[in-house]
Protein backbone atom coordinates (compact mmCIF):
# COMPACT_ATOMS: atom_id res chain seq x y z
CA UNK A 1 0.00 0.00 0.00
CA UNK A 2 0.96 3.37 -0.94
CA UNK A 3 1.51 5.65 1.93
CA UNK A 4 -0.53 8.53 2.33
CA UNK A 5 1.24 11.88 1.37
CA UNK A 6 1.88 13.92 4.32
CA UNK A 7 0.10 17.48 3.97
CA UNK A 8 1.56 20.40 4.43
CA UNK A 9 0.41 24.47 4.40
CA UNK A 10 1.51 26.30 1.55
CA UNK A 11 3.84 28.94 2.33
CA UNK A 12 1.01 31.29 1.41
CA UNK A 13 -1.42 30.15 3.24
CA UNK A 14 0.65 30.05 6.62
CA UNK A 15 1.07 33.89 5.72
CA UNK A 16 -2.55 34.58 5.03
CA UNK A 17 -3.30 32.96 8.46
CA UNK A 18 -1.00 35.38 10.31
CA UNK A 19 -2.20 37.86 8.57
CA UNK A 20 -6.11 37.30 9.34
CA UNK A 21 -4.33 36.79 13.40
CA UNK A 22 -2.70 39.96 13.57
CA UNK A 23 -6.14 41.97 11.73
CA UNK A 24 -7.90 39.84 14.65
CA UNK A 25 -5.66 41.74 17.17
CA UNK A 26 -5.91 44.66 15.83
CA UNK A 27 -9.51 44.95 15.69
CA UNK A 28 -9.41 43.39 19.51
CA UNK A 29 -6.89 46.18 20.63
CA UNK A 30 -9.17 49.24 18.45
CA UNK A 31 -12.49 47.86 20.73
CA UNK A 32 -10.46 46.99 23.98
CA UNK A 33 -10.38 49.39 26.74
CA UNK A 34 -12.44 50.10 29.98
CA UNK A 35 -15.57 50.25 28.26
CA UNK A 36 -16.83 48.39 25.13
CA UNK A 37 -17.80 50.40 22.50
CA UNK A 38 -21.17 50.95 21.30
CA UNK A 39 -22.32 49.84 18.23
CA UNK A 40 -22.20 52.91 15.69
CA UNK A 41 -21.63 53.23 12.26
CA UNK A 42 -17.51 54.14 12.80
CA UNK A 43 -17.14 51.07 14.50
CA UNK A 44 -19.03 49.32 11.78
CA UNK A 45 -16.65 51.27 9.21
CA UNK A 46 -13.62 49.99 10.70
CA UNK A 47 -14.27 46.19 11.20
CA UNK A 48 -15.75 46.07 7.38
CA UNK A 49 -12.11 48.55 6.31
CA UNK A 50 -9.79 46.40 7.79
CA UNK A 51 -11.73 42.58 6.63
CA UNK A 52 -12.14 44.34 3.48
CA UNK A 53 -8.52 45.34 2.91
CA UNK A 54 -7.29 42.30 4.00
CA UNK A 55 -9.49 40.14 1.21
CA UNK A 56 -8.76 42.60 -1.39
CA UNK A 57 -4.75 41.88 -0.71
CA UNK A 58 -6.02 38.03 -0.55
CA UNK A 59 -7.42 37.91 -3.85
CA UNK A 60 -4.50 40.25 -5.29
CA UNK A 61 -1.73 37.88 -4.69
CA UNK A 62 -3.89 34.86 -6.14
CA UNK A 63 -4.05 36.77 -9.11
CA UNK A 64 -8.04 36.81 -8.79
CA UNK A 65 -9.71 39.38 -11.93
CA UNK A 66 -10.21 43.02 -10.75
CA UNK A 67 -13.61 42.98 -11.09
CA UNK A 68 -13.88 40.13 -8.67
CA UNK A 69 -12.33 42.00 -6.32
CA UNK A 70 -13.81 44.96 -6.83
CA UNK A 71 -17.29 42.71 -6.24
CA UNK A 72 -15.90 41.09 -2.77
CA UNK A 73 -15.03 44.24 -1.82
CA UNK A 74 -18.11 46.01 -2.33
CA UNK A 75 -19.80 42.96 -1.01
CA UNK A 76 -18.53 43.02 2.10
CA UNK A 77 -18.80 47.00 2.69
CA UNK A 78 -22.66 46.28 1.76
CA UNK A 79 -23.18 43.30 3.91
CA UNK A 80 -21.55 45.40 7.14
CA UNK A 81 -23.28 48.85 6.13
CA UNK A 82 -27.02 46.33 5.45
CA UNK A 83 -26.49 44.46 8.64
CA UNK A 84 -26.21 47.45 10.34
CA UNK A 85 -28.87 48.91 8.92
CA UNK A 86 -31.37 46.79 10.10
CA UNK A 87 -30.06 46.20 13.42
CA UNK A 88 -30.18 49.57 13.73
CA UNK A 89 -33.83 49.47 12.76
CA UNK A 90 -34.64 46.93 15.24
CA UNK A 91 -33.24 48.37 18.17
CA UNK A 92 -36.29 49.74 20.86
CA UNK A 93 -35.96 53.56 21.01
CA UNK A 94 -32.81 54.75 23.21
CA UNK A 95 -34.52 55.83 27.08
CA UNK A 96 -35.22 59.26 27.66
CA UNK A 97 -36.79 60.97 31.06
CA UNK A 98 -35.52 59.75 34.54
CA UNK A 99 -33.32 57.11 35.35
CA UNK A 100 -35.59 54.48 36.88
CA UNK A 101 -33.87 52.30 39.77
CA UNK A 102 -32.65 48.93 38.72
CA UNK A 103 -32.44 45.97 41.02
CA UNK A 104 -28.59 46.10 41.70
CA UNK A 105 -26.98 45.85 45.37
CA UNK A 106 -26.24 49.01 47.14
CA UNK A 107 -22.58 49.24 47.63
CA UNK A 108 -20.32 48.84 50.49
CA UNK A 109 -20.80 51.57 53.13
CA UNK A 110 -18.64 51.63 56.24
CA UNK A 111 -19.73 54.99 56.98
CA UNK A 112 -21.24 55.82 60.64
CA UNK A 113 -23.80 57.69 58.70
CA UNK A 114 -26.35 54.98 57.32
CA UNK A 115 -29.49 55.64 54.71
CA UNK A 116 -32.82 55.66 56.21
CA UNK A 117 -35.74 54.24 54.16
CA UNK A 118 -36.15 58.17 52.03
CA UNK A 119 -32.52 58.49 52.24
CA UNK A 120 -30.11 58.06 48.74
CA UNK A 121 -26.59 56.42 49.12
CA UNK A 122 -24.13 58.20 46.64
CA UNK A 123 -20.76 56.09 45.86
CA UNK A 124 -18.24 57.40 44.07
CA UNK A 125 -14.85 56.13 44.20
CA UNK A 126 -14.37 54.98 47.84
CA UNK A 127 -16.06 57.80 49.25
CA UNK A 128 -20.02 57.55 50.21
CA UNK A 129 -22.80 60.52 50.90
CA UNK A 130 -26.17 60.08 52.30
CA UNK A 131 -28.59 62.02 50.78
CA UNK A 132 -31.52 63.03 53.84
CA UNK A 133 -34.74 63.08 51.57
CA UNK A 134 -35.25 63.60 47.82
CA UNK A 135 -33.26 66.75 46.75
CA UNK A 136 -31.50 68.03 44.83
CA UNK A 137 -28.56 67.47 46.53
CA UNK A 138 -25.00 68.28 45.64
CA UNK A 139 -22.83 65.14 46.19
CA UNK A 140 -19.25 66.18 44.80
CA UNK A 141 -17.47 69.44 44.47
CA UNK A 142 -13.84 69.49 42.49
CA UNK A 143 -12.13 72.63 43.98
CA UNK A 144 -14.64 75.25 43.75
CA UNK A 145 -17.04 73.46 41.18
CA UNK A 146 -20.32 71.33 41.84
CA UNK A 147 -20.07 68.56 40.05
CA UNK A 148 -23.36 67.15 39.25
CA UNK A 149 -26.86 67.44 41.27
CA UNK A 150 -28.98 64.48 41.45
CA UNK A 151 -32.92 64.95 42.63
CA UNK A 152 -35.50 62.05 43.05
CA UNK A 153 -38.81 62.26 41.97
CA UNK A 154 -42.00 60.41 41.80
CA UNK A 155 -40.87 59.43 37.73
CA UNK A 156 -37.06 58.67 38.69
CA UNK A 157 -33.72 60.16 39.40
CA UNK A 158 -33.10 63.49 37.20
CA UNK A 159 -28.68 64.44 36.73
CA UNK A 160 -27.85 68.15 36.08
CA UNK A 161 -24.31 68.82 35.61
CA UNK A 162 -21.98 71.47 34.12
CA UNK A 163 -18.13 70.22 32.73
CA UNK A 164 -15.84 72.97 32.60
CA UNK A 165 -12.55 73.35 29.70
CA UNK A 166 -9.09 73.87 30.57
CA UNK A 167 -10.18 77.79 30.41
CA UNK A 168 -12.98 77.61 33.21
CA UNK A 169 -15.81 77.87 30.34
CA UNK A 170 -18.86 75.43 29.97
CA UNK A 171 -17.70 73.07 27.68
CA UNK A 172 -21.44 71.21 27.97
CA UNK A 173 -23.80 70.00 30.57
CA UNK A 174 -26.26 67.84 31.69
CA UNK A 175 -29.68 69.23 32.08
CA UNK A 176 -32.15 66.70 33.41
CA UNK A 177 -30.44 63.54 31.95
CA UNK A 178 -29.68 65.99 28.58
CA UNK A 179 -26.77 66.27 27.03
CA UNK A 180 -26.41 69.79 25.98
CA UNK A 181 -22.79 70.80 24.46
CA UNK A 182 -21.27 74.26 24.10
CA UNK A 183 -19.12 73.81 21.58
CA UNK A 184 -18.24 71.36 19.26
CA UNK A 185 -17.08 68.20 20.99
CA UNK A 186 -15.86 64.75 20.55
CA UNK A 187 -18.53 63.46 22.80
CA UNK A 188 -22.35 61.50 23.00
CA UNK A 189 -24.40 60.77 25.66
CA UNK A 190 -25.65 57.42 25.70
CA UNK A 191 -28.37 55.40 27.52
CA UNK A 192 -27.73 51.79 27.24
CA UNK A 193 -30.61 50.89 29.59
CA UNK A 194 -33.12 52.68 31.77
CA UNK A 195 -30.75 53.28 34.57
CA UNK A 196 -27.80 54.07 33.42
CA UNK A 197 -26.54 57.59 32.05
CA UNK A 198 -23.17 57.87 30.19
CA UNK A 199 -21.25 60.54 28.24
CA UNK A 200 -18.10 58.72 26.27
CA UNK A 201 -15.50 60.07 24.42
CA UNK A 202 -14.14 59.65 20.91
CA UNK A 203 -12.26 56.85 22.47
CA UNK A 204 -15.33 55.20 24.20
CA UNK A 205 -13.99 56.25 27.65
CA UNK A 206 -16.43 58.07 30.30
CA UNK A 207 -16.54 61.25 30.50
CA UNK A 208 -19.53 60.26 33.37
CA UNK A 209 -21.20 57.85 34.41
CA UNK A 210 -23.85 57.57 36.74
CA UNK A 211 -26.07 54.52 37.85
CA UNK A 212 -29.75 54.48 39.73
CA UNK A 213 -28.92 50.83 41.06
CA UNK A 214 -31.84 50.95 42.86
CA UNK A 215 -34.23 53.08 44.44
CA UNK A 216 -31.91 53.86 47.98
CA UNK A 217 -28.58 54.35 45.81
CA UNK A 218 -26.74 55.65 42.79
CA UNK A 219 -23.23 55.17 41.98
CA UNK A 220 -21.17 58.04 39.75
CA UNK A 221 -18.02 57.91 37.76
CA UNK A 222 -16.30 60.25 35.44
CA UNK A 223 -13.25 63.04 34.98
CA UNK A 224 -14.23 66.41 36.37
CA UNK A 225 -12.17 69.68 35.78
CA UNK A 226 -12.75 73.44 37.99
CA UNK A 227 -10.37 75.84 36.51
CA UNK A 228 -6.87 75.20 36.92
CA UNK A 229 -7.21 72.63 39.62
CA UNK A 230 -6.14 69.13 38.05
CA UNK A 231 -8.98 66.92 36.57
CA UNK A 232 -10.69 64.52 39.06
CA UNK A 233 -11.09 61.37 38.00
CA UNK A 234 -13.44 58.88 39.82
CA UNK A 235 -13.51 55.25 39.19
CA UNK A 236 -14.76 52.92 41.15
CA UNK A 237 -12.52 52.41 44.23
CA UNK A 238 -10.94 55.10 43.56
CA UNK A 239 -10.13 58.76 42.71
CA UNK A 240 -7.45 60.04 40.73
CA UNK A 241 -6.43 63.44 41.26
CA UNK A 242 -2.85 65.90 41.44
CA UNK A 243 -0.02 65.39 38.91
CA UNK A 244 1.76 67.56 36.65
CA UNK A 245 0.04 68.69 32.65
CA UNK A 246 1.83 67.95 29.97
CA UNK A 247 0.12 68.57 26.38
CA UNK A 248 -3.48 68.45 28.35
CA UNK A 249 -2.95 65.43 29.92
CA UNK A 250 -2.48 64.93 33.52
CA UNK A 251 0.14 62.39 34.74
CA UNK A 252 1.42 61.33 37.97
CA UNK A 253 -1.89 61.16 39.79
CA UNK A 254 -2.01 60.24 43.45
CA UNK A 255 -5.10 58.82 44.87
CA UNK A 256 -7.02 60.80 47.22
CA UNK A 257 -7.31 59.30 50.91
CA UNK A 258 -10.81 57.63 50.31
CA UNK A 259 -13.24 56.33 52.67
CA UNK A 260 -14.66 59.78 53.37
CA UNK A 261 -18.35 60.38 54.69
CA UNK A 262 -20.89 62.73 54.47
CA UNK A 263 -24.59 63.96 54.79
CA UNK A 264 -26.16 66.50 53.21
CA UNK A 265 -29.48 67.37 52.86
CA UNK A 266 -31.72 69.35 50.17
CA UNK A 267 -30.65 72.66 49.52
CA UNK A 268 -27.81 72.28 51.43
CA UNK A 269 -23.79 73.13 50.45
CA UNK A 270 -22.35 69.82 52.15
CA UNK A 271 -21.13 66.95 50.20
CA UNK A 272 -17.33 65.99 49.62
CA UNK A 273 -14.93 68.26 48.01
CA UNK A 274 -12.16 66.65 46.06
CA UNK A 275 -8.98 68.43 46.23
CA UNK A 276 -6.28 68.01 43.72
CA UNK A 277 -2.14 69.15 44.22
CA UNK A 278 -2.30 72.15 41.56
CA UNK A 279 0.80 70.64 39.15
CA UNK A 280 2.90 73.44 36.38
CA UNK A 281 1.69 73.60 33.41
CA UNK A 282 3.21 72.80 30.30
Given at each position: MKALPSWRPARRDVFTGLRVLVCGLLLWAFMAGGFSPAVRMPVVLAVATVFGVLVVYELYIRDVPQGWVLAALLAILGTSLGGYAVWLHLQPPAPTGPLQPAHDPSPENDCPQKPGPRDLLVAFGTDR?????????????????????????????????????????????????????????????????????????????????????????????????????????????????????????FIGQRRTMGHVCATVSAGSEGGITILGQLGKLF
Open positions: VVARGDGPITPIYVADCPALSLKRGRDGLMVNASFYDWNNDIAFRIENNIYEPFAPLQLYAWRPDPSTLIVLDRFEKEVLYVRYLNPRAVRIRGRFLCGEAPQAVIHDNQILVGGVRMNGV
